[in-house]
């Protein structure tokens, strides 16, 4: 009987169900409680980004292949199974079956998880793994943005960021659920100044605009928030601290082994035994590899206790954002390029809170 009314009840709660007429009605979404003594934790990270996006590609050195695998910028947990099937396709060339990872972040995991479905078995060897990596202070939300710089993006990069982009999304797709921590939720996306629309056709991004359902821009008295610019789509939300533990469990428990060992240089690299080696090492490429164009972009976020009330996530006004993650809500909106260090900065803090907490104070109903 309760499966029965399921359905009803979601539907009512739809955001994006239609009145009667067929017109919108307003969303009732829940606020977001921002105040200073809900912050259960201040965190920041670097993203490795390149600004003619991320590296996959073959090299060969001596009697071993490398296949890099690095660079993703803001969006490594959203590209992740795409470049590693990309990377492991490239992989396959080679004809070689002993082979390493190094790397235990979402990229190197998820590397390792698709080798392993094609029959390899990988080791994995990283200097560090969750919840210690990068990829864990990520927020989650499945979009490739902050991939790339547009003007020095190659049309073989366009290639690889769609291909990358579609099979993730659908990857994705099937991890839905609480065991990966994957979930469907609708996204605002919030401007005071501008309208929102698609990207323009030269950028890569709108190579991939159609996978999001239910892209809709919406009128003033469409939803609650005080800015006179939204869009609401759907996409997913990726718990980072969930979903690396399942993967790191599927990994281990097909067979997988991961070593704690740090590298210096690429030449300790190349003294592995294995033959095929896939580098997975984020920003660590840069002293590894030499690739003088991964720079980092520090991140920082306030997490606020958990409200499982809020359905929904926000990007925007002015680049801040809120993810309603189950370890807490997620709030951020720092962009630092060039920045080197993880210390959160209590007036980024300040700021974020006071962004977010005017735009939650600012919604109707
Ligand atoms: C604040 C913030 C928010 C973000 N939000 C999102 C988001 O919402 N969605 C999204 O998709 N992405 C997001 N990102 C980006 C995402 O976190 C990164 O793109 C992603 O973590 C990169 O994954 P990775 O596996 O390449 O790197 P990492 O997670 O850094 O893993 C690198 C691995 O290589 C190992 N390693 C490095 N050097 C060496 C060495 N010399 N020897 C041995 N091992 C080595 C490390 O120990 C680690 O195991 C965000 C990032 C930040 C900072």
Redesign the pocket.
């Known amino acids: 009987m309760s499966a029965l009314l399921l359905p009803g009840c979601a539907e009512r709660r739809n955001p994006a169900a239609s009145g009667p007429r067929g017109t919108e009605s307003v969303p009732r979404l829940a606020r977001v409680r921002v105040a200073p003594d809900r912050v259960i934790r201040t965190i920041a990270?670097?993203?490795?980004f390149r600004p003619s996006g991320f590296v996959v590609r073959g090299e060969k050195a001596g009697d071993k292949v490398v296949i890099h695998n690095?660079g993703?910028?803001?969006?490594?947990?959203?590209l992740s199974w795409g470049t590693a099937q990309l990377a492991v396709a490239e992989g396959a060339k080679s004809g070689l079956r002993d082979c390493a990872v190094?790397?235990?972040?979402?990229?190197?995991l998820s590397t390792a998880r698709l080798l392993q479905q094609r029959g390899y078995n990988p080791v994995i060897?990283?200097?560090?793994?969750p919840p210690d990596?990068?990829?864990n202070?990520?927020?989650?939300?499945w979009e490739p943005v902050s991939v790339f710089d547009e003007a020095r993006v190659t049309p073989e990069f366009r290639r690889q960021f769609g291909e990358a982009a579609r099979f993730a999304f659908r990857r994705y797709q099937s991890l839905a659920g609480d065991a990966y921590g994957v979930r469907w939720l609708p996204l605002y996306r919030l401007s005071r100044h501008d309208a929102i629309g698609p990207p323009p056709a030269e950028s890569p991004a709108s190579d991939i605009e159609a996978l999001y359902p239910e892209t809709k821009q919406l009128a003033r008295g469409e939803h609650p928030f005080d800015v006179p610019y939204a869009e609401r789509r759907y996409t997913m939300l990726i718990e980072p601290a969930t979903y690396l533990n399942a993967l790191m469990r599927d990994f281990l428990v097909n067979g997988g082994r991961i070593a704690i060992?740090?590298?210096g240089d690429a030449a300790a690299v190349m003294a592995l035994g294995e033959k095929l080696i896939f580098n997975?090492?984020?920003?660590?490429a840069r002293?590894?590899f030499g690739d003088a164009e991964l720079t980092p972009i520090k991140?920082?976020?306030a997490v606020l206790l958990p409200q499982p009330e809020v359905d929904y996530m926000t990007i925007g006004p002015g680049g801040i954002y809120m993810f309603p993650r189950r370890d807490g809500v997620l709030l951020?909106g720092s962009f630092e390029r060039g920045v080197e260090n993880t210390e959160p900065d209590p007036a980024t803090t300040e700021r974020i809170l006071r962004q977010n907490g005017a735009l939650f104070a600012g919604m109707r109903g």
Request: contains cysteine; proline residues 2%.
């Open positions: 990270g670097l993203r490795p690095y993703h910028g803001g969006a490594g947990i959203t190094i790397g235990c972040g979402v990229v190197g060897y990283a200097k560090a793994t990596t990068t990829s202070v990520a927020g989650g939300l060992r740090e590298f997975c090492t984020g920003l660590g002293g590894l991140g920082q976020l951020g």
